[in-house]
């Protein structure tokens, strides 16, 4: 395949989904009010995207596996032995996401050898890891988005729980208070995650109680009352004071490393990551929680979290760097007296509008593909150039290549 192309992704229906974000993107009805929570972009093999070939859909695993150079590249095929490195996202959601951290590449092999020696099989709900890839990834806001992410200071974490703190709690902050650094935070943390759970029903709930009043003059204290009722009984309920509670403004973006934990509260995203699905979780969620692989894995380090910023480089295209192998995360702008253009291309790349309308013509001029809001286009290493003509936005996932990563 020689030509840009559209794409048929599937959408995720996971119950924390919005009802409203994707269908209104996608300019598609949803009568039976579906949560509908990620549209997924790729070729991971749970669930992979297909691509129109003389009017047929063809799946982009199989599509990939018969022409890897033409459509990766030489220089990525290579490095990813023939597979699609990334897996792009429209994140929608109503209600917040588990509490999770993903793994390095080292954990990642090392977890999903284990887990398959043990005889877990891939679909268990037990499992942890179901590939053995690491999930670097980016989250970048399409409209006000919530998210927690990495440890807060110390002394901050300790501040905020007193305020909340019914006297059950006070054990634990005096152990933190008493080894205030990364061993103390780890040691809280796992006795916080494995504390018996009438007890910690009832420190929610006065947490909440108490968080209430607070909560005109810091958001953070809101969160705890919104995530006591939808999860009592779960350590989570904490983590706003824990975590740093981030909002995004749209064109605002996060870079979510291994071992960092973090959690997506409410909003509309582009996600862009390694192609992986390995999560372990920490809270906020009845799906498994695996405590000893969680403290294994986590980071515990305080620190202030990085909000990136769009850079522009040319032809309209802003890059949100990361220091990720796999994936580059671009936001293409297309103005009326402005073409997006890109020449001396040798990486595949994907396409997708979240506004406007227009065209996309190949470098000679031979192809010309309509766009509009909602469309997504693979774009094959094969095509070396190409320009978008109209008025539009666009999100771009692609490879870096080796001299622009950090």
């Known amino acids: 395949m020689r030509t840009i192309t559209r794409m048929q992704n599937p959408i995720m229906e996971y119950a924390w989904g919005s009802r409203s974000a994707i269908p209104d993107l996608l300019g598609m009805p949803n009568p039976e009010q579906k949560p509908m929570a990620e549209m997924w972009m790729g070729a991971h093999p749970k669930a992979p995207s297909a691509v129109l070939m003389e009017g047929k859909w063809i799946s982009l695993e199989e599509v990939i596996r018969s022409s890897p150079e033409t459509i990766l590249g030489k220089d990525t095929a290579r490095r990813f032995e023939n597979q699609l490195p990334f897996l792009f996202k429209v994140l929608a959601a109503e209600n917040p996401l588990s509490i999770q951290v993903h793994p390095d590449l080292e954990q990642a092999r090392e977890g999903f050898k284990k887990e398959t020696q043990l005889g877990i099989s891939l679909g268990s709900p037990e499992r942890n890891y179901r590939d053995g890839n690491h999930k670097p990834e980016i ?133 862009l990551m390694a192609n992986s699905d390995n999560v372990i979780r920490a ?78 013509t190949d470098g000679t001029g031979a192809q010309r593909v309509q766009y509009r809001k909602g469309m997504s286009f693979l774009v094959p290493a094969a095509v070396k150039e190409y320009k978008i003509s109209g008025r539009g936005t666009f999100f771009s996932a692609s490879v870096p290549p080796i001299t622009t990563r950090k």
């Open 139 to 271: 989250i970048c806001a399409l409209d006000p988005f919530d998210a927690l992410k990495g440890f807060r200071k110390i002394d901050e974490i300790i501040a905020l729980l007193k305020k909340v703190s019914s006297g059950l709690l006070d054990g634990l902050i005096d152990l933190l208070a008493r080894e205030p650094d990364e061993q103390g935070l780890m040691r809280f943390f796992g006795a916080l995650m494995s504390m018996e759970k009438q007890a910690m029903a009832e420190i929610a709930a006065g947490a909440a109680k108490r968080a209430t009043d607070l909560a005109e003059n810091d958001p953070a204290f809101g969160w705890v009352v919104a995530l006591e009722k939808a999860y009592p009984a779960d350590a989570g309920v904490l983590s706003p004071l824990l975590l740093n509670l981030v909002r995004l403004r749209p064109g605002e973006a996060l870079f979510l490393p291994a071992g960092e934990l973090h959690a997506y509260l409410k909003g509309v995203g582009i996600e």
């Open 283 to 360: 809270g906020l969620t009845k799906k498994h929680v695996d405590v000893p692989e969680l403290l294994k894995i986590a980071r515990f380090t305080a620190g202030i979290p990085q909000v990136l910023q769009a850079v522009g480089v040319s032809g309209g295209r802003e890059v949100y760097t990361a220091p990720a192998e796999e994936f580059l995360l671009s936001r293409i702008l297309v103005q009326e007296e402005k073409t997006g253009e890109m020449s001396s291309r040798d990486g595949v790349e994907i396409l997708l509008c979240t506004e406007g309308k227009g065209e996309i």
